[in-house]
């Protein structure tokens, strides 16, 4: 009994393509994940309207500015 070459050689193939698109898959996931790309609530950044910014005297102005200057954009 002989096997054909053809269909080994293509089986192989193409289980070399799955787990490479696996594996750029997971990586891909995995490095969005550590640059802050997910859009998840843990990463609101604070907005500071233009009236706001130009009251200096408003409480927790300081405060505010804070806030934005530790968000990352």
């Keep these: 009994m002989q096997k054909n ?8 193939a ?6 490479a698109l696996t594996t750029l ?4 996931a ?3 994940e550590k640059s802050g790309l997910e859009k ?10 233009a009236k706001a910014a130009s009251d200096v005297t408003a ?4 405060e505010r500015l804070a ?7």
């Design 59 to 62: 409480p927790g102005y300081g």
């Design 67 to 73: 806030k934005l200057a530790h968000c990352a954009r």
């Design 25 to 28: 898959g997971i990586v891909s």
């Design 40 to 49: 998840s609530g843990r990463h609101n950044c604070p907005t500071l309207s």
């Design 5 to 12: 070459p053809f269909v080994i050689t293509a089986a192989v």
């Design 30 to 32: 995995f490095a969005g």
């Design 14 to 19: 193409a289980l070399i393509v799955v787990a």
